[in-house]
């Protein structure tokens, strides 16, 4: 059974940084796409940056591009988001979830639907 557990949410003004943290576990295939996702009140998720665990392959949507990084560690089996430039915009709360079987983008690209496995959650609040 997969398990997902972000960590590094909280509270940021404006212009701030923070780093969310993703432990994986349980996944039988080698290869896998993990996603952050966000929602804000009112808002419809967002798929805001995957990476493929094999290859670390990227995608950033639009609205983060330029500020945030996400990254690997395939020892510890943790992604991470590297959140630069924070704008009240961002305040969400950030999950990241599993598409076992899938790449992050090109050939094999999971789509949005493919991410079947959640964590919890994180609250990301960007205030002055």
Known sequence: QV???????GLVQPGGSLRLSCAASGFTLNY???GW?????????????CISITDG???????VQGRFT???????????????????????VYYCAGAEGYYCSGSG????????????????TVSS
């Open 3 to 9: 398990q997902l557990v972000e960590s590094g949410g």
């Open 32 to 34: 896998y796409s993990i």
């Open 37 to 49: 996702f966000r929602q804000a009140p009112g808002k419809e998720r967002e798929r805001v940056s």
């Open 57 to 63: 392959t990227t995608y950033y949507a639009r609205s």
């Open 70 to 92: 996400i990254s690997r560690d395939k020892i510890k089996k943790t992604v991470y988001l590297e959140m630069n430039s924070l704008q009240p915009e961002d305040t969400a």
């Open 109 to 124: 690209a999971a789509l949005d639907g493919d991410y079947d496995s959640w964590g919890q959650g994180t609250q990301v």
